[in-house]
């Protein structure tokens, strides 16, 4: 079933649905302003605004998804308007700025893993060394992409390289070296659909990742450089962004302002649900991990956190909506755990 909601709804669905223990909960869900003043804004699970701290950078990304990563005790989030990474350290319940990373183009995507944070500029791709709760200022491998013409979307992590979109149609990937930096070139997967038009999201796993190609209304598998399989988005126009955790994905709509689940299991990719939730703007990320999904959505430069509950079967259960005064930017969540 849709569900259909506007502020008001959702200001009720926060004292239904919410318990006492999400007040209380370690679990913090974190976005970017990408104003001017660029600003991290950091939520708790029943979707209360409990923290604003300065990124010391400028905005301005669209049309990306994973302006903001997280990894063990660190949040990086990217200033596009100021050729940017901030790195923050999350240490007794609150986000302290750790320090600024320059990027030799202006970001738009990071990723954390292999002890490494890889950013996606406009026309660039860079890693940066990941060691004792710090980020290394400089890159330990550079690349460039195949088009950069800036219409980079989204990097993501496989097991030995990097994955990223182009929405001028490319998919490409970047090998990583032993240590895990960059090395080597940017290359075109093979076998991308004759009709490949604008790709956008990924989320990966192991060595997989899955691609939107959003103006083909479509889905794509690449495993070992190569597009393995495709799937329709059905009823729902131009799949954009992708959160992937358990046997479920899930993919943000934004021309029909929804979010579609899938199950995923070897090459396959299913349509579970056309639709677990509907939105009063485009959404622009979500993310999914531990039970909780989080989407940012925006209707002229104005956006929303909408925070949800997700049950065994990939239902989505409203938690809370925030409106955020700017056309936000990036959204992940943190487990209390982490």
């Given amino acids: 079933m849709k569900s259909i909601y506007n502020i008001a709804a959702a200001t009720l669905l926060i004292g239904t649905v919410a318990g006492a223990q999400d007040w209380n ?10 104003a001017a003043t660029n600003q991290l804004l950091v939520y708790n699970s029943a979707d209360k605004l409990v923290q604003t701290v300065s990124t010391g950078g400028k905005g301005g990304a669209s049309g990306n998804a994973g ?21 923050f350290k999350h240490a007794g319940g609150s986000f ?11 970001p738009l995507s990071v990723a954390f893993r292999h002890d490494h944070l890889y950013i996606l500029g406009a026309t660039t791709v860079e890693s940066h060394q990941v060691s004792d ?12 992409l195949l088009h950069a ?8 992590v496989l097991d030995h390289e990097l994955i990223l979109t182009e929405k001028s149609n490319a998919i490409e990937t970047v090998s990583l070296g032993w240590d895990h930096a960059i090395t080597g070139e940017a290359n075109l997967v093979a076998d991308i659909p004759a009709n490949v038009n604008a790709p956008f999201g990924l ?14 209304n479509e889905i794509s598998l690449v495993r070992h450089d190569a597009v393995l399989t495709v799937t329709g988005s059905g009823t729902q126009n131009a799949p954009c962004w992708l959160a992937l955790d358990g046997p479920f994905m899930f993919s943000s709509n934004s021309p029909s302002q929804s979010v579609s689940r899938y199950a995923v299991y070897g090459e396959k990719i299913v349509q579970d649900a056309a639709v677990v939730a509907t939105f009063v703007g485009d959404p622009t990320d979500i993310a999914y991990r531990h039970e909780l999904a989080a989407v940012i959505d925006d209707a002229s430069g104005i956006s929303r956190l909408s925070i949800f509950h997700v049950d065994e079967d990939g239902n989505f259960t409203l938690k809370g909506v925030s409106t955020i005064n700017s056309a936000a930017n990036g959204v992940a969540i943190i487990p209390g755990d982490e």
Avoid: M
């Fill in 133 to 144: 709760g710090w980020v290394s200022s400089g890159t330990d491998g550079e690349a460039p």
């Fill in 96 to 106: 302290v700025l750790r320090n600024t990373i320059p990027t030799a183009s202006s």
């Fill in 203 to 216: 989320a990966t796993r192991d060595n997989e990742a899955y691609v939107t190609i959003a103006h083909a």
């Fill in 149 to 156: 013409d800036g219409t980079a979307a989204q990097v993501g």
């Fill in 67 to 87: 302006g903001i990563a997280a990894y063990k005790d660190l949040v990086a989030v990217v200033n596009f308007g100021s050729k940017t990474v901030s790195i």
């Fill in 25 to 34: 909960s370690p679990t913090r869900i974190v976005t970017a302003s990408n």
